[in-house]
């Protein structure tokens, strides 16, 4: 590996880690908490997955940024070396901008007493973290 790839590989794989931690165990688990209501662990969520989404951004221009400085990499940035970066890029675009807003929303409807929206966007969201975790790990 290359003196040059280490920060980025750094970023990635704490990247990976933190989504793992948050998405896969503290998004659940804190349901099993004493005294945590689904309506306070939806609040708790809320916070704790906008905080995650804004750290992810950061993430994800420093990976760029140390990507596009990388002089073999301006070469193949359209090519197949490039491709783990946009998708990637998607996937966080993607929950940024339309699913963490509508699962907001879905989490305010049950705070207020509503009753819960499908589980669509829930499992959709999943299932992008799962894949983003996958890219995070096989750079």
């Known amino acids: 590996m290359k003196a040059s790839k280490r920060p980025q590989i750094f970023i990635l794989l704490f990247w990976a880690g933190f989504v793992s931690s948050i998405s896969f165990m503290e998004a659940w688990l804190k349901f099993k908490a004493d005294g945590v ?33 990388q002089k073999a990499s301006r070469v193949t940035l359209f090519k197949f070396k490039g491709t783990w970066l946009w998708m990637l890029t998607t996937i966080v675009g993607l929950q940024t901008f339309w699913l963490l807003p509508q699962l ?12 819960a929206p499908s589980p669509l966007m829930h499992m959709s969201f999943g299932l992008f973290e799962i894949v983003k975790v996958f890219l995070l790990l096989n750079v």
């Not at 969520?45 to 221009?61: D, P, S």
């Not at 907001?104 to 009753?115: D, F, P, R, S």
């Open 37 to 69: 209501t689904r309506e306070i662990g939806l609040s708790i969520g809320k916070l704790i997955f906008t905080a995650l989404n804004r750290v992810e951004i950061i993430l994800l221009i420093t990976v760029w940024i140390l990507y596009l400085t």
């Open 104 to 115: 907001t929303l879905n989490a305010e409807i049950i705070i207020n007493g509503g009753q």
